[in-house]
């Protein structure tokens, strides 16, 4: 079925909009992953070094960057509304989505043959470059390229890592082996090792640098927030003996954690979630399942928390019964490992799952064990050693 493809020129409003005007001489391009998007941006060295110190950008590039440098940024609301009246359409963005001096280029694949009338309404500056026809197999050629920071791959790397992930064989736990690999796809197992490995490394080596700069960020965050994106709220927990801190961001959690000093860099105002989650902790009722939680984690830690958060106030879960109710019932190890990412301690109430062996078991957060005791304690769900 040939589908349509557009480009575009407009001006897609936003912080990237205005950071592209403050400096017209870097050239950006933008991958967007979600909650958040990939950019590559390149220019001159002093215009990507001013970028360092601006709060705008998630985690920005440091001093001495090369001409070319990536990050992860975080859409504002209205690059947000605009990825939502784009999907509205029933278009697709075909990235990388380019700017250049306040203007934005890009390319939307869609069935229909003219956008809705809500995105010509939201984009009337929007000049139309070029439309045509494609047929699905161009398409793939296309989105084949390279993605950012993603390495180019030989043919053969592709086709034993695109086969790894189908088998499974990056699943937790692993659902395939590298001999399985080789034998769907008819060659030895030690070149398939080979190609697989190097193709790992190759996507290692490229993600890194993102990695690095994503747990700066999140260490930085909590105390030097950017205060129009980013809020923090802390108060002493009498129940816990211990500080609740609370990251706020567009009205959505980011991150509730506990803290044995008072946090720096938190208001000392009060937040209606933050009030929730003490009133919670001291009286052991009231649901917080409504609560609007961000959970920036990978698929599978995703499945476990999401099934976490259906645990009941009073009720407890094992860890085998987690995972056999997220389908897979061997991963029981693996489900602890994936409570220990939690983003959002009590909102997300890891505590409620035990060992089957008995007890409360380890917990991630400040006070470790005993914290975890007191929690469960006041919502009535075990009557295990002192809560002092």
Not at 35 to 59: M, Q
Not at 82 to 97: E, F, R, S
Not at 104 to 116: D, F
Request: positive net charge; contains cysteine; proline residues 8%.
């Amino acid at each position: 079925m040939p589908l349509n493809l557009f480009e575009f020129e407009l001006t897609l409003a936003g912080r990237l909009q205005r950071l592209s005007v403050e400096a017209p001489r870097v050239s950006w391009e933008v991958w967007p992953l979600g909650p958040k998007w990939l950019v590559r941006c390149g220019g001159p060295v002093e215009d990507l070094r001013a970028l360092s110190s601006h709060p705008a950008i998630a985690n920005p590039p440091e001093r001495g960057v090369e001409p070319t440098t990536s990050f992860l940024y975080r859409p504002g609301r209205l690059e947000r509304r605009w990825v939502a009246d784009t999907a509205g359409w029933g278009a697709v963005v075909l990235p990388p989505i380019r700017w250049s001096n306040g203007r934005t280029a890009l390319r939307l694949v869609a069935l229909r043959e003219a956008p809705s009338s809500r995105w010509r309404a939201r984009n009337r500056g929007a000049r139309l470059v070029r439309k045509h026809r494609t047929e699905p197999h161009e398409l793939m050629e296309l989105l084949d390229r390279p993605v950012g920071v993603v390495p180019p791959l030989t043919r053969r790397q592709r086709e034993v890592l695109l086969e790894a992930v189908r088998l499974g064989y990056y699943r937790v736990p692993r659902h395939a082996t590298v001999r399985e690999v080789a034998r769907r796809l008819r060659i030895a197992r030690s070149t398939a090792e080979e190609h697989l490995r190097a193709a790992e490394s190759a996507m290692i080596r490229a993600a890194a640098p993102l990695v690095v700069a994503r747990e700066r960020v999140a260490t930085s965050a909590e105390s030097a927030p950017d205060a129009g994106s980013l809020e923090l709220y802390a108060r002493f927990c009498a129940e816990l003996d211990l500080y609740v801190q609370l990251a706020v961001r567009d009205d959505t959690i980011c991150r509730v954690t506990f803290r044995r000093e008072r946090p720096t860099g938190a208001r000392r105002g009060n937040h209606p979630y933050l009030q929730r989650i003490l009133d919670h902790v001291a009286s052991g009722t009231g649901g917080l399942e409504d609560l609007p939680v961000e959970l920036d984690v990978g698929p599978f830690t995703r499945r476990v928390l999401e099934e976490v958060r259906r645990i009941p106030s009073g009720a407890t879960r094992t860890y085998g019964e987690i995972a056999r109710r997220i389908g897979e019932p061997r991963a029981a190890r693996a489900v602890g490992n994936a409570l220990a990412e939690n983003p959002a301690l009590v909102v997300v109430p890891c505590h409620r799952v035990v060992p089957s062996r008995g007890g409360a078991g380890n917990y991630s957060g400040a006070g470790g064990h005993l914290t975890k005791v007191r929690l469960l304690r006041k919502e009535g769900a075990i009557d295990e050693g002192p809560s002092s």
